[in-house]
């Protein structure tokens, strides 16, 4: 299979490509990026690419499965306007590259709670792209959301204390279902999907992405 990333070099983005070199299933990995990667894999193919402007490239989102786990912080943006730019532009312009191009199969890592009603910025933009996404219309979409991840060497201080918090309640049964995802494993989680054969829309929520990720598809 040919396998479409988006949001690759980020920390759940890093470990899906990974991932993919390391799968037999998949023998084409092409990334969409802004800067230089430092994945150097035969199978890997990194574009260079402007999302500021899609009619560059969206010529080049041609496969078999489309991975989306592109994200940004508000610090990391500097504003709302940036954030939303990057949090449901670019990946709304990719995923109707993918559909135009006849990608069958979509896979987008969104977030907890997410809800275009919602009044905090953050879900509202996360849930106007999952509708966005939905009318699209793939033959087979996936959504994750996830709540907390653990990201390998964040250099995010509240989410480091964040997680800290976390882990501590949850040795003592608290809060088990906020317990934090590893990048790695919804990674796996998102691959899994990639194999099951099935037309249709799904969503995978919070704690239920750990048993996803161990699925069989074989």
Request: glycine residues 6%; hydrophobic residues 40%.
């Amino acid at each position: 299979m040919k396998a479409l990333v988006i949001g690759a070099t980020g920390a759940t983005g890093k470990d899906l490509v990974k991932q993919l070199c390391q799968d037999s299933d998949f023998d084409e990995i092409d990334i969409f990026v802004r800067r230089r990667s430092d994945f150097h894999n035969e199978k890997v193919k990194a574009h260079l690419v402007d999302f500021d402007h899609p009619e560059e490239w969206k010529h080049l989102v041609k496969g078999d499965v489309a991975f989306s786990c592109l994200g940004t912080t508000l610090k990391s943006a500097g504003s709302k306007e940036n954030q939303k730019v990057i949090d449901y532009d670019y990946q709304f312009n990719f995923a109707k590259a993918a559909k135009e191009n006849n990608v069958q199969d979509y896979i987008l890592v969104s977030a907890y709670g997410a809800s275009p009603d919602s009044k905090i910025f953050y879900s509202r933009i996360k849930g106007e792209l999952e509708e966005a996404v939905k009318n699209l219309k793939f033959e087979k979409t996936t959504i994750f959301k996830p709540g907390m991840l653990e990201r390998k060497n964040t250099d995010r201080n509240g989410e480091v204390f964040g997680l800290k918090i976390i882990k501590f309640l949850n040795k003592f049964g608290l809060f088990k279902s906020q317990k934090p995802l590893p990048t790695s494993v919804l990674a796996k989680a998102m691959i899994v999907a990639s194999k099951i054969k099935s037309n249709s829309f799904s969503e995978v929520k919070l704690h239920s992405i750990f048993s996803f990720a161990e699925k069989k598809t074989q």
